[in-house]
């Protein structure tokens, strides 16, 4: 069971990024897959999850309107999707998966979290 990162690197503030979460395929059954992210010297903080039963997706506000989160299941793929990248979004991205369902008021808390891609830097430039 494997959580693969990618898609970071050095943006240029206001610019647009894509991350992907691959995953082997019995991951992706899970019910839910999130993205968390470290900005340096910091704690590591939920972002957005999306899940197989729940037909909304979670944001934290910073990202609301400007990340989205989708899930391509015939790729075994969860993307995140930033627009409007500012410097406070630099960071370590890291993808998550739970294999069962989980009340939406606790999608943001990483220990309820059962598998960890490695994490993809993002670094935005101001």
């Known amino acids: 069971v494997q959580l693969q990162a990618s898609g970071g ?3 240029q503030a206001g610019g647009s990024v894509r991350l992907s979460c691959a ?3 019995r991951t992706l059954s899970n019910d839910l897959t999130a993205w968390f992210r470290q900005p340096p010297g910091k704690e590591r903080e ?3 999850a999306i899940s197989r039963t729940h037909g909304i997706p979670s944001y934290v506000d910073s990202v609301k309107g400007r990340f989205t989160i989708s899930r391509d299941s015939t790729k ?3 993307y995140l999707q930033m627009l409007s990248l500012e410097p406070e979004d630099t960071a370590v991205y890291f993808c998550a998966a739970r294999r069962g369902r989980l009340v939406r008021s606790a999608w943001y808390d990483l220990r309820q979290y ?3 891609g490695q994490g993809t830097l993002v670094t935005v430039s101001s």
């Open 23 to 25: 995953a082997s395929p």
């Open 46 to 48: 939920f972002v957005a």
């Open 114 to 116: 059962d598998y960890w």
């Open 76 to 78: 075994s793929t969860v």
């Open 9 to 11: 690197g050095l943006v």
